[in-house]
């Protein structure tokens, strides 16, 4: 399931072929993902100019030279694919149509982006570029883990009398958005702290120490997709999904590796999704 990284990656990988070109073809081969597509999609996205890629959380947002923006999200499955050669720089022949296509956009570069989701957990919309932020989607997510908005205080204030675990709270996206299962635990690992730990329990210093750790698995781990963007192009053309090592994500029973620790790695269930933690050094 991609997460804040991979959509990152996504939206740095088809920034330069989307952004400032037209769309000459859109295509929308059926009328739903998880939920319906927008009334008259392919009419709306016919001939629009692609302002500007940004992401949002897990959303990508395309803000078009009408007054709407596609958001895309990509579910559990959902996968772009760029094919044709719009910088001189790609070279995937336009795949064959497959079953699971839903999506085909066809731009005045000679690029063809497609949307593939064999499980349609995605989504697709077309919403206002004034009022994206009120968005039901968009309008309650916290900061964003890189911005300047997430910060100590605002994380300790977030933690401030609760009695959850740390774990759960990270994982609320009212709290910071486009956190995952997989960043937060590699994050309370880099910071030390148990996902077990009750929020309200974790001193100033440590909270200042997790938002540095949250950065920092985020940042190593874009700057793992800009790796495999260099590469994607002798691939087949897929964006946003890299090979990254985990320090304990799903390495239930490897050595711990953080220098001095001879803990091994334990897999516990927290509100039915696996944690992976060192009991030794993470408190
Ligand atoms: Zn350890």
């Known amino acids: ?49 692609v302002l500007r890629l940004h992401r949002r959380s897990k959303y990508i947002l395309a803000d078009l030279d009408s007054p709407e923006t596609l958001l895309i999200h990509l579910g559990m499955s959902g996968r772009l694919l760029v094919s044709g050669d719009p910088l001189g720089t790609f ?16 731009l005045e570069n ?20 004034a009022t994206a932020d009120s968005h039901p989607l968009l309008c309650d997510l916290g900061p964003e883990p890189l911005g300047n908005r997430f910060n100590d205080d605002h994380l300790a204030a977030a933690f401030k009398g609760r009695r959850a675990p740390v774990k759960a709270v990270l994982l609320d996206q009212r709290i910071v958005a486009g956190l995952g299962n ?47 963007l260099r590469d994607f192009r002798h691939a087949d053309g897929e964006l946003g999904y890299f090979q990254h090592r985990f320090d ?12 001095g620790c001879q803990g091994h ?19």
């Open 1 to 49: 399931m991609p997460e804040l990284p991979e959509v990152e990656t996504v939206c740095r990988g088809l920034a330069p072929v989307l952004e400032g070109t037209r769309i000459i073809g859109a295509r929308v081969n059926r009328p739903d993902l998880r939920r319906p597509f927008p009334e008259r999609m392919a009419e709306r996205l016919n001939g629009r100019t």
């Open 182 to 228: 997989i960043y937060v635990c590699e994050a309370l690992f880099r910071a030390g702290i148990s996902p077990k730990r009750r929020s309200a329990a974790i001193s100033r210093r440590r909270v200042a120490g997790l938002v540095q750790a949250i950065r920092a698995v985020l940042v190593d781990a874009i700057a793992a997709g800009g790796s495999s």
């Open 248 to 259: 304990v994500y799903g390495r239930a029973g490897a050595a711990c590796g953080r220098p």
């Open 91 to 106: 070279v995937h022949d336009h795949p064959s149509p497959e079953r699971h296509d839903h999506v085909v956009l066809d």
């Open 110 to 129: 000679g690029a063809r982006i497609t949307y593939n989701d064999p499980r349609r957990f995605g989504a697709m919309d077309l919403i206002s570029t």
């Open 265 to 283: 790695v334990r897999r516990i269930v927290q509100s039915g999704r696996s944690s992976f933690y060192c009991p030794r050094c993470q408190r």
